[in-house]
């Protein structure tokens, strides 16, 4: 059978969880909202809501052992038609891919960039106005940069899907997250011995409540069913290759605990070099990573680039255990429901793929750009804004919605029993029926007001 190991599940579903989100999103969204409170509230909400609908997919994937559109259409008990649409959230991986390989790209970039410089065939710019330069002309300018570099990671994702479940995407994580945590480790072990990290673990674990704001409620709440990858069907694809017997509850903890894990990681590595050296705390999305940590990494010479080197591999990694995730959903579901062979469902939505990259990488050239806008907003931000702000929210409501109001009470309970006893069932029942699903709407209600 073409399952994961028991370790191997945990690994891969850490490993989509795991990724930009974490790595670029988390540290930035706590930038801008102040810190310490808002890490409180992302925790919060990891915990009473992701959490909840984490556990709604992961049992619609192991009771069915099937793709999303398939999953749902085997366990509704009626309008199996309709239920089986929501299955197509999973078109909200392929967004997200589409955009997420371009970024890796720039990551694969920035290795390049930080490897020459070890070599001295390059520097490392201290000045901020450079590196913004350097990353303005890669976004509007580079064009064959760009494509190269997007290209590495398309091809190198689809290739890793390719290979399967087992051979394939087990292999890549059981290889790239114990590496990623220790290359963590070890730039956490350097900013320790930084004067910025007192300061960087003040401003993440010190709560200041005053720095709340109904906004920063709602985007905590987008982050963590980003980053536990909900809604989009991974989590309900990876879970129908989940071992016989695997105490899921137990695995879901570990999961969500190394993604918070390595959020605060990445928050303590960023945040005391910014500290470190007086940056802004507040700099908005890539300026963070691809500006001022290049300026930051630049001021310790050699150390510095031997650090930056280290820094984007882990990024590299955190990324693309994730893109895979994205692939997965819709090759199972061709395969499931077409008889299609692995191979043909790869090309096929390969192209899609590149196709939608290629456009994404357009729209933020200048010659390009405003053939690519729409109602005022770039191709690029476009899928952004659709998968993350509407297709994922409403996949994870349909799970909790589906789960806690039209599947057997009975049959849940016979499956979580065993592990969560009758209070832990209970409470984790009312959470996916009311709790969860009200905050979604929250959220959802929040963002289209405005
Ligand atoms: N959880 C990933 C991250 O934090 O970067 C993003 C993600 C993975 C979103 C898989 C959606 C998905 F289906």
């Avoid at 292999?171 to 997250?177: E, G, R, S, T, Y």
């Avoid at 700099?283 to 691809?290: E, H, V």
């Avoid at 390009?368 to 729409?374: E, I, M, R, V």
Wanted: contains cysteine; hydrophobic residues 55%.
């Amino acid at each position: 059978m073409n399952t994961f190991s028991k370790i191997g599940f945990i690994l891969a579903v850490a490993g989509s969880a795991v990724g930009l989100g974490n790595a670029w999103k988390f540290p930035t969204m706590v930038g801008t909202n102040g810190g310490s409170a808002f890490v409180l509230l992302f925790i919060l909400l990891t915990l009473c809501v992701g959490f909840i609908m984490f556990l709604c997919e992961l049992y619609i994937g192991k009771t069915s052992g099937l793709d999303p559109v398939g999953a749902y259409y085997k366990l509704a008990p009626s309008n199996k038609k309709a239920w089986s649409l929501v299955g197509f959230s999973m078109i909200g991986a392929l967004l997200i891919v589409s955009f997420y390989s371009v970024i890796i790209g720039w990551i694969v970039y920035y290795l390049y960039h930080s490897l020459m410089a070890l070599f001295n065939f390059t520097s490392l710019n201290v000045d901020i106005n450079e590196n913004a330069k350097l990353f303005v002309n890669l976004l509007e300018k580079n064009v064959t940069a760009e494509i190269i570099c997007f290209s590495i990671v398309f091809f190198l994702a689809f290739w890793v899907v390719s290979r399967g479940i087992k051979n394939g995407i087990e292999k890549l994580n059981v290889i790239m997250m114990p590496t990623l945590f220790v290359l963590l480790l070890l730039m956490l072990c350097y900013s320790f011995t930084q004067n910025g990290f007192a300061d960087a673990f003040k401003f993440l674990f010190k709560p200041d409540f005053s720095k709340i704001t109904s906004s920063s409620f709602l985007e905590a709440l987008g982050l963590a069913c980003f980053s536990l990858s909900i809604g989009a069907g991974s989590i309900i694809t990876y879970s129908a290759s989940l071992p016989e017997k695997t105490n899921f509850i137990s695995s879901t903890f570990y999961i969500i605990f190394i993604n918070l894990l390595i959020g605060l990681m990445m928050g303590l590595i960023v945040f005391s070099f910014i500290f470190e050296f007086n940056a802004d705390p507040s700099a908005q999305g890539p300026g963070l990573i691809f500006i001022s940590l290049i300026s930051l990494f630049a001021k310790l010479g050699f150390l510095g680039k031997i650090l930056a080197i280290t820094f984007f591999i882990a990024l590299f990694f955190a990324g693309i255990t994730s893109a895979v995730s994205m692939i997965e959903p819709f090759v199972f579901f061709l395969i499931n429901k077409f008889n299609m062979k692995r191979i043909k469902a790869i090309i096929l939505l390969g192209i899609l793929v590149y196709i939608l990259g290629l456009m994404c990488i357009f729209s933020t050239i200048s010659d390009t750009k405003d053939s690519l806008t729409f109602f005022g907003m770039g191709f690029f931000d476009i899928l952004d804004y659709l998968s993350s702000n509407i297709i994922m929210p409403f996949g994870s409501f349909m799970a909790a919605i589906f789960v806690g109001y039209f599947l057997s009470c009975k049959d849940l309970y016979k499956t979580f029993y065993p592990y969560t006893g009758d209070l832990g069932f209970k409470v984790w029942y009312f959470f996916a029926r009311f709790v969860a699903p009200l905050a979604v709407i929250i959220i959802v209600y929040f963002k289209f007001k405005g």
